[in-house]
């Protein structure tokens, strides 16, 4: 078993629709989670972080963690055409490995 | 302005030569990281350094070799024996006090020709 598991998708959505995202991973040492965005043929960039179970808002986007069912969420209400990208979770235990463990990403298209 | 760049954007590469990829940060952050990206396969790391002098193999070093002489640089060396190199490779840092967020440069686009 993989430790980050991500469906590639793809997924097609209409402009506005609300879009989940998911990850499930197998390593109870993972405190950091986070969320990159990656446009086509451009370096991935930093969208959201969570540290503890619950939810995490910011704009239009929500972070969702369930550690005990090690499930990680991304929520984007009111999706847009510029949303249209590859959305990769990423993990990390913390202590002094400074790795993160990524997902294979799910390539997301809004249609306007 | 800060960030991570990453050179050349495109390289072509003929089957039996080596060929190096430039990554250079000026985020003053002591890790630096290296990860191919296929399709379908998400990021997979090749190389990481945690402080100068010093770098540890990734999930897939094999027929891949970097230094780390100056902390702003992590240059990643294709070399003949690594069969299938064509991919997109991705050069990151990352404070080792903010351990949340990696920055990544823009990529270099590897093919064989």
């Known amino acids: 078993q993989k430790e980050v598991e991500q469906d590639p998708g793809p997924l097609s959505v209409p402009e506005g629709a609300i879009v989940s995202l998911n990850c499930t991973y197998s390593n109870s040492a993972f405190q950091y989670f986070m969320w990159y965005r990656q446009y086509s043929r451009k370096g991935p960039e930093l969208l959201m972080y969570t540290y503890s179970s619950g939810n995490k808002e910011d704009g239009r986007f929500t972070a969702q963690v369930d550690k005990s069912s090690k499930y990680i969420s991304l929520f984007i209400r009111d999706s847009q055409p510029s949303d249209s990208a590859t959305y990769l979770c990423a993990m990390d235990s913390g202590g002094s490995n400074y790795k993160l463990t990524f997902g294979k990403g799910t390539l997301l298209t809004v249609n306007p | 302005d800060g960030g991570i760049t990453q050179s050349p954007k495109y390289l072509f590469r003929k089957e039996g030569q080596n060929v190096t990829l430039s990554c250079e940060q000026n985020l003053n952050h002591d890790a630096m990281y290296w990860y191919r990206q296929d399709p379908g396969q998400g990021l997979r790391l090749i190389y990481y350094?945690?402080?100068?002098?010093?770098?540890q193999k990734g999930d897939i070093a094999e027929g891949y070799s970097v230094s780390r002489e100056k902390k702003e640089s992590f240059p990643l060396t294709v070399t003949s024996a690594q069969k299938n190199p064509t991919a997109f490779y991705l050069c990151?840092?990352?404070?080792?006090?903010?351990?949340?967020?990696?920055?990544f440069g823009q990529g270099t686009r590897l093919t064989v020709v």
């Open positions: 350094s945690q402080i100068v002098n010093d770098f």
């Open positions: 990151a840092s990352m404070a080792r006090d903010l351990i949340t967020e990696a920055f």
